[in-house]
Structure formats: C-alpha cells, structure tokens
C-alpha cells in the first residue's frame, strides 16, 4: 500500500530542506512541486491558498506537519501529492500542531479516489522514526525508500 505513496509522487515532485518566510511560501512551494510533476495547472496553487485562507490552520494536521491541499477541480489532471522539508520551521498558526517542517501537498481529481493514497501517507506519518528521517534528509533516494 505505501507504493502508492511514492507513485503518487512525480517527478519534481520533492523539495527537501527548503526555506520559507511563511505558510504561503510553503504552499507555493507544494504547489509549484505538484505543478512540476504534471499533477496540477498554476490555478490550483491559488486554489490551495485560498482553501487555507477560508479555512485556516486545520491543514496542519500533526505536530509538525501541514497537508496543503484545495478541492477537487478542474485544475487537477492527475491525484498525486508534493513533498516539502523545511530548513527552518513554520508557524502556520495551528495552537496544537505548530511550527511546521513538513509540507505535504495534495490534488485530488474527485473527493473518493484518494482516500487509500490518505491511509497510506497517514500509515508512515504516524511513524515517528519515519517522519524523523524525512525531515533530516538531503537526497530525493532516502526520501523515496523511507516511502517504500
């Protein structure tokens, strides 16, 4: 199962110990990420912000760990996710989870198909040690095995 999560990874698709000022710089980041691996057009970065906008912090979904993402729309051509290290952690405004240092961006073509692509990433986040080796890492290799 945690295949998929490499698959859903494309080309381009991983930044590693990037530096950001703020949560909108760690989104472009994603967004550009997903945008290089043809998973997405420009829009959906402008998507994704605006989702954060409206929505606020509840991205964030574990200590340290933000999932950027929009709905699904017409600026997704393919389900895939972008990974994102920070040098430097985030605050992104989350009371719980805050600072951020790994930015996982997500497109989903519809709002079914990527609920085992979900399970799967939430399966090696909850694995501390896992998590712990993404963020020191410094090679797209070690990133992509960890994933495996």
Same mark, same amino acid.
């Not at 043809?38 to 954060?52: D, K």
């Not at 989903?108 to 998590?131: F, N, R």
């Given at each position: 199962m945690t295949m998929q999560v490499n698959a859903a990874l494309g080309a381009g698709a991983i930044l590693l110990q990037q530096n950001a000022? !703020?949560?909108?710089?760690? &989104?472009? *980041?994603?967004?550009k990420a997903l945008?290089? %691996?043809?998973? $997405? +057009?420009? +829009? #959906? =970065?402008?998507? /994704? =912000?605006?989702? &954060?906008?409206?929505?606020?912090? #509840? /991205?964030? =979904?574990?200590?340290g760990i933000a999932l950027a993402h929009g709905r699904p729309s017409a600026a997704v051509i393919e389900t895939g996710l972008s990974l994102i290290t920070l040098k430097e952690p985030v605050a992104f405004g989350s009371e719980s989870n805050d600072p951020v240092r790994l930015v996982i961006g997500l497109a989903?073509?519809?709002?079914? %198909?990527?609920?085992? *692509?979900?399970?799967?990433? %939430?399966?090696?986040? /909850? !694995?501390?040690?896992? $998590?712990n080796i993404l963020l020191q890492a410094d090679k797209e290799a070690l990133v992509r095995q960890t994933l495996s």
């Open positions: 000022a !703020d949560w909108l710089e760690c &989104f472009k *980041l994603a967004g945008v290089d %691996s043809h998973r $997405v +057009t420009e +829009t #959906y =970065i402008h998507e /994704m =912000i605006s989702a &954060f906008e409206e929505l606020g912090p #509840y /991205m964030v =979904i574990a200590p989903a073509v519809d709002h079914d %198909s990527h609920l085992d *692509l979900m399970a799967a990433l %939430s399966q090696i986040l /909850m !694995d501390e040690t896992k $998590v």
